[in-house]
């Protein structure tokens, strides 16, 4: 069913050979096109759905020059509209009394348009109807007012905007970001800055600490660490225990868990528990790195 030349390059003179081409496809007349689509839907004959695609090819360039503001390939906007050209005839009722070409328009666009949102940018945009209509809608009527003269105010863009969103029926708010994401198109951190060979990777500033913090950081958590080994070596080994699996472990023991790994009750851990950590509060005294939030010997009391 896919048409034997398709839109196989992206320069001029390719583009150019295949428009000559598909231009002299004859066209069908209502009654060839409805034949020949029942013949399609009733006996899936391939031949069939060749010639109806074929003989609406040159439908689907003029759709997709409509829209060359995207900055994407013509070739490429083409042929997503074959695509969605193909996939129309797969619905596509002759017994009603609608030409093929009417009835794929919609598909056509859908497809042309479904490509450009996925190719503008990494990030997701159009996500709702109301973004894809002011997405496709933008330029278009931003010119149109520009030209009927909307930009007497003291902020002409902002006049603009707000004509925009009202024949739109969006909200301004939409107008703005619609804008500044069209505008602010996608670059690589890779791309070389100027003639030097550095990059726009190597301007951005990193959000890890640094290097002074870091090292700071690491001698304070040794610091801390020691206080903590030394503390623990003051308890005996049930209550040691309690306090590495209640509060120093990530995955905490229950009471209860605790009690039947040693056999006695739950009061009696408990018990254990606030001892132990009252040794540690001795024994660490009022250091301020042992008050500090999180710390083990603050969750402890």
């Known amino acids: 069913m896919i048409p034997r030349r398709q839109v196989a390059g992206s320069g001029v003179a390719t583009l150019r050979t295949y428009l000559a081409e598909i231009g002299r496809i004859p066209l069908l007349s209502p009654a060839e096109e409805r034949s020949l689509a029942k013949e399609y839907r009733e ?6 759905a060749h010639k109806l695609v074929s003989a609406n090819l040159r439908f689907v360039v003029k759709v997709a020059y409509g829209y060359r503001f995207s900055g994407l390939k013509v070739a490429d906007l083409i042929q997503e509209g074959n695509l969605g050209l193909m ?12 030409r093929l070409i009417s009835y794929a328009v919609w598909w056509i ?19 709702t109807q109301a973004q894809r209509k002011l997405f496709f809608s933008f330029a278009r009527t931003w010119r149109e007012l520009q030209r009927q003269g909307g930009t007497h105010g003291q902020n002409p863009a902002a006049d603009v905007s707000a004509g925009v969103a009202h024949r739109l029926n969006v909200r301004p708010a939409d107008v703005s970001e619609m804008r500044s994401r069209i505008e602010g198109r996608d670059v690589s951190l890779d ?3 100027g003639e030097s060979d550095s990059t726009r990777i190597d301007f951005l500033a990193s959000a890890a600490p640094s290097q002074d913090d870091a090292l700071s950081d690491a001698e304070e958590l ?3 660490a020691g206080r903590v080994q030394r503390a623990l070596g003051t308890l005996d080994a049930r209550e040691r225990y309690i306090v590495q699996m209640r509060l120093m472990s990530d995955e ?5 868990a605790l009690g039947d790994h040693f056999g006695f009750t739950r009061e009696r851990t408990r018990q254990l528990e606030a001892r132990a950590a009252a040794k540690l509060r001795l024994v660490l005294g009022n250091e301020p790195s042992a008050e500090s939030p999180g710390h083990p010997i603050r969750q402890a009391g």
């Open 222 to 224: 040794a610091i801390i």
């Open 43 to 48: 006996n899936g004959d391939s031949r069939a």
């Open 109 to 127: 666009r859908a497809y042309i348009q479904a490509y450009i949102l996925r190719s503008w940018s990494v990030v997701k945009l159009g996500t």
């Open 191 to 193: 791309e070389p800055v």
């Open 252 to 256: 905490p023991m229950t009471l209860k």
């Open 87 to 98: 996939r129309s005839l797969e619905r596509f009722d002759p017994d009603r009394d609608v």
